[in-house]
């Protein structure tokens, strides 16, 4: 109560007037009323207009891994949230058919080593001119034959799950396992796990929601009658954060429900304060044909309906008449005879308009 006392006496002691729009005031006044000032900021971005968004990965980024042999989930890794790497061990599937499929490959193998040694004995024999022609012909057919069912075999043990490595330890030892190992495709996130442990799984059963997070885009939901004035590469900003983000696409189509069209804007540099299918409102930001300067709310007085600010100079503040294009979160961009290198008044408006009105006058 005191220091509410102590500046109004200070405003009312204050020599200011209005001569040149100019308010007289000293350092030391201005330390006791608690007036701080600070620089403009060039900008030519002004906010268009507010929409609602939401927060998607990109298709080429999002992965659903299912099961690729019916089975039983005998085991789970990771959960929703945990970070994955490619190739890391997510599930091991308990998959009677995976034995079937690893026999009909060793078979398959087997079948082809033994024609291989016909085929290397009787292109031996043609060209020792032992044979004709056309027994080497049935060779060569027969091997092919059996080297196409072999490769066969391995894609699908590969389609089945297993790696390269594992079906070239399995041709060596051939040692049969029900194990199915499910691993992670990509580097990302879980975002969703689909299934429980020991459940029946049937052939493609969803397991996990997998997301390369490293790109992340914003759909955004705009009135179709302000879809025109819209451009590929406007800025868009989130509000109440630092993030932002460029328009990339404008939809072709409009929702029935709400008359809304799409505009999707793929977000710039990290958004970690985002998730997955947040709703979040935005800002879609265009760009002025002339340059504003960018000011706190706090800094712009108003009277008889213009809009001011008070300069620093020499002898206290000059008042500046100054237009005001558009206004976002805490701040506004304004046009007026300022430059860049101004000193503004951001804190203590009130007093220095009270002097200048001479509300603290005699």
Known sequence: MKKIVFSLLLICTLKAFAEDMQIRISPEQITNLAIKVGPVVASQQVPFLSAPARVVVPGNHDRLLSAPQPGFLVQLNVNIGDSVTKGQLLAQIHSPELVALQQQFLTARSELNLVSLEYRRDKKLLEDGVIAQRRWQQTAALHNSKAAIADEARQLLSMAGMSNAEINTLANNHKLSSLLSVRSPIDGVILDRLVTLGSRLDMQAPLYHIADLSELWLEINVPQERMHSIQIGDVVEVENTPISAKISLLGQSVNRENQTMLARAKIEGKA??????????????????????EVPNSAIAQNSGHHYVFVRNADGFVVTEVNVLGRQGEYSLISGPLSTEAQIAVQGSVSLKANWLGLGGE
């Open 272 to 293: 970690d304060k985002l998730r997955v299918g947040q709703n979040i409102n935005v800002q879609i930001m265009q760009n002025l044909v002339q340059q504003g300067l």
